[in-house]
């Protein structure tokens, strides 16, 4: 099946770690999303990625860091200098940059303590 | 930036009930997007338009571009259809008038349907 999965679901740091999230699909979609999704907000960009070895700061990129070295991979870290980690992240795809349909994986959801 | 405002924020509603969800946006789009979001936080993606209206069984989507409006209808509503749905525009630059590509979302409206 043609997905996107995001591991693991529940995760528990402590404070001063950084932790990678995993994304993964095989769409063969070129765009790449991270969003991170806080009680009462909307979803907010943290990077995305248009193209292998390519990715571009979004709204709130300050404390994490991405790569994407495979079509199919975008991890994201989240780093110790990320000042309130506890969140929901999500991890989407599209074909491409802009007025396309956007697919999501299921979320991990990070605590920090 | 757009600005995209969702109303209701939260919506109570009897099984069986006509369901309207509205969101409005600042700038001029070129398509918008409705998604579902699950108690368990999946998301998936119900409707991209640009103009007019879209059905899906009982969910009905429609947009004024005119108006910078849209519209999300479900009929005869099920206790199943509770969820968060959320109303999402492409983010446009200003200076450019071009879109970079991902979305700006509101908060989302937050559906219970009671049997």
């Known amino acids: 099946d043609g997905g996107i999965t995001q591991s693991p679901k529940y995760l528990f740091r402590k404070e001063g770690q950084n932790v990678t999230l995993s994304c993964e699909q095989n769409?063969?979609?070129?765009?790449m999303y991270w969003y991170r999704q806080d009680p009462g907000q909307g979803l907010r960009l943290i990077y995305y990625s248009q193209i292998v070895n390519d990715f571009q700061k979004g709204d709130i990129a300050e404390g994490y860091s991405v790569s994407r070295e495979k079509k199919e991979s975008f991890p994201l870290t989240v780093t110790s200098a990320q000042k309130n980690p506890t969140a929901f992240y999500l991890c989407a795809s599209s074909p491409g940059l802009a007025d396309y349909e956007q697919y999501f994986g299921p979320g991990t959801r990070l605590t920090v303590t | 930036k757009n600005e995209v405002e969702q109303s209701p924020q939260n919506l109570t509603a009897q099984e069986g009930e006509f369901i309207t969800i509205n969101c409005s946006y600042s700038?001029?789009?070129?398509?918008l997007h409705w998604l579902q979001q699950h108690p368990g936080g999946g998301i998936v993606s119900l409707f991209m338009l640009s103009s007019g209206k879209k059905k899906h069984g009982r969910l009905i989507a429609t947009i004024n571009i005119q108006e910078k409006h849209s519209s999300l209808h479900i009929t005869a509503s099920h206790p199943r259809d509770s969820a968060v749905y959320i109303c999402a525009v492409p983010h446009v630059t200003m200076n450019y008038g071009g879109s970079q590509g991902n979305l700006i979302f509101g908060k989302g409206t937050k559906l219970s349907v009671k049997p």
């Open positions: 769409l063969n979609h070129d765009a």
């Open positions: 700038v001029g789009i070129s398509a």
